[in-house]
């Protein structure tokens, strides 16, 4: 995939303009993406009914429709918290990706776990890479580098943020207990079976597909019973290879991501949106 080019979700759209007179430089895109987007949970501020429900827009320029038909300024001009739209994790990187890719700079999303916001315990979470002309570069960009965490939060190494992938041969091994990865210590949202779907976001993700981690397809279940988990394995490992420089790895887990139908999303998902108030369905988000 070219990296470089935006996806269906990450296409800003109508408002591709706005993003003309952003900065050029990394920690100021990443600020304007901060301005724009409040975490619907760890923003300080509780959202109900449709506020909450702008949680759902997946598509970049749905974020934008939203934030202009409220503030109707520039993006880089200050929102108040209560006035950005609420988001979560994947948005703020989308938003950050999609910025990049309007510049020509290649950057994805990456699915998995983050050890850094509680102690001794993995938050299911997704950051940000660009290519800045010899490497990768991970950045989470919800994160205000003036924090004081212990490690670049725009150069992150390896170890605060694992990818699903490693996380489930990491399970699958016996080495990483599965029950310290989910949503949140205090929620029965985790599990062997959480790591499996994420598995599955993962490999969409870097397809193109940057769904919402409340969208479900495929083989994706709440249960290991009766899962192919010989066939996630063999994903993970492709993933990891392909992290590791296998661009045949890279190349074989995307074939597979277009041809498997337990993989591949169409176009419909069983949505467990946590602004539905516990009603799931199936939807159509061919967008």
């Known amino acids: 995939m070219d990296y470089a080019i935006q996806s269906r979700f990450s296409d800003p759209g109508v408002h591709a303009g706005l993003f003309d007179a952003l900065p050029d430089d990394i920690p100021g ?57 609420v988001g979560c994790c994947r948005d703020f990187t989308l938003l950050f990706v999609s910025v990049l890719r309007h510049k020509g700079i290649p950057a994805r999303s990456r ?83 959480f790591v499996r779907n994420y598995v599955h976001y993962q490999l969409a993700h870097l397809n193109g597909d940057e769904l919402l981690l409340w969208d479900n397809w495929g083989s994706m279940s709440d249960t290991l019973d009766g899962a192919d988990l010989e066939g996630t394995d063999r994903i993970a490992r492709l993933m990891v290879a392909a992290d590791n420089g296998d661009e045949a790895a890279a190349k074989e887990a995307g074939e597979l991501y277009r041809t498997d139908p337990a993989l591949t999303f169409t176009g419909r998902a069983f949505v467990t949106s946590p602004a539905s108030g516990g009603v799931f369905s199936w939807q159509d988000l061919s967008r």
């Open 29 to 85: 895109i990443a600020a304007v993406v901060r301005n724009l987007v409040i975490h619907y949970r760890g923003g300080g501020i509780e959202f109900t009914g449709e506020r909450l429900a702008e949680i759902d827009n997946r598509w970049v320029s749905a974020i934008l429709d939203v934030d202009q038909k409220r503030n109707g300024t520039p993006l880089a001009a200050p929102r108040e918290p209560v006035d950005k739209v």
């Open 111 to 193: 699915v998995g776990f983050a050890d850094y916001f509680a102690q001794g315990f993995n938050h299911d979470h997704v950051v940000a890479e660009y290519w800045n002309g010899e490497r990768w570069v991970m950045i989470d960009a919800q994160l205000d580098p003036t924090e004081g965490r212990p490690f670049d939060v725009q150069d992150m190494p390896s170890g605060p943020f694992r990818s699903a992938a490693e996380v489930w041969l990491g399970v699958r091994a016996g080495d990483l207990d599965p029950d310290l990865f989910g949503v949140d210590p205090g929620m029965p949202i985790g599990g062997a079976w």
